[in-house]
Antibody, heavy 124, light 107 residues
Framework: QLTLKESGPVLVKPTDTLTLTCTVS??????????VSWIRQPPGKALEWLAH???????SFSSSLQSRLSISRDTSRGQVVLTMTNMDPVDTATYFC????????????????WGRGTLVTVSS | DIQMTQFPSSLSASVGDRVTISCRAS??????LSWYVQEPGEAPKLLIY???TLQSGVPSRFSGSGSGTDFTLTISSLQPEDFATYYC?????????FGQGTKLEIK
């Protein structure tokens, strides 16, 4: 069964470091046609892409947040971990992980599977 | 990062209407454009990728077009379940970005 599931704290304090885990099943993080992104959505607002890790272990980050973000993976466990430092109340959001899939010819890439998301609230 | 701009930001329509949502990229993204639909409290779902390829299981009333910087999502005949928020997203750059969303509401 193809799934992604986010886990982590529901409440963090300002200046804390947030650590979120995405556990995947049904596919391999080593598959060259697969990668995993983290995407967030503040309440009532739009989706914001944060970070991505490719099967090659190459990483990419949102320009506006890259100084605060890191992403890593444990392929044996099927997990992708996002850390975000110096949390602020404006970082309150639902955090999703999503699978980026490439077509067989690698000429198209899209988020075809999403976790249900986890709401993280930043408050003292 | 490539900026994705959707318009309109909200749209009121009736069941049976034909609606079009537009998305513009700040630079050419060829056809590396996907569309998603999101219902309140749910994760987004993929509708279309490569600008015009319908994801498996998506009804044929949805269609996408465009290339370069300008793209459209068309729903040929709105159904009650289509009233939701729609997002475009580019994968031309590995700094993937989304549009700000278009909320489709019942008139």
């Amino acid at each position: 069964q193809l799934t992604l599931k986010e886990s982590g704290p529901v409440l963090v304090k300002p200046t804390d470091t947030l650590t979120l885990t995405c556990t995947v099943s049904g596919f391999s993080l080593n598959d060259p046609r697969m990668g995993v992104s983290w995407i967030r959505q503040p309440p009532g607002k739009a989706l914001e892409w944060l970070a991505h890790i490719f099967s090659s272990n190459e990483k990419s980050f949102s320009s506006s947040l890259q100084s605060r973000l890191s992403i890593s993976r444990d392929t044996s466990r099927g997990q992708v971990v996002l850390t975000m430092t110096n949390m602020d109340p404006v970082d309150t959001a639902t955090y999703f992980c999503a699978r980026l899939k490439g077509s067989a010819t690698y000429d198209s890439w899209y988020f075809d599977l999403w976790g249900r998301g986890t709401l993280v609230t930043v408050s003292s | 990062d490539i900026q994705m701009t959707q318009f309109p930001s909200s749209l009121s329509a009736s069941v049976g209407d034909r609606v079009t949502i537009s998305c513009r990229a700040s630079q050419s993204i060829d056809n590396f454009l996907s569309w998603y639909v999101q219902e309140p409290g749910e994760a987004p779902k993929l509708l279309i990728y490569s600008a015009s390829t319908l994801q498996s299981g998506v009804p044929s009333r949805f269609s996408g077009s465009g290339s370069g910087t300008d793209f459209t999502l068309t729903i040929s005949s709105l159904q009650p379940e289509d009233f939701a928020t729609y997002y475009c997203q580019q994968s031309y750059s590995t700094r993937f970005t989304f549009g700000q969303g278009t909320k489709l509401e019942i008139k």
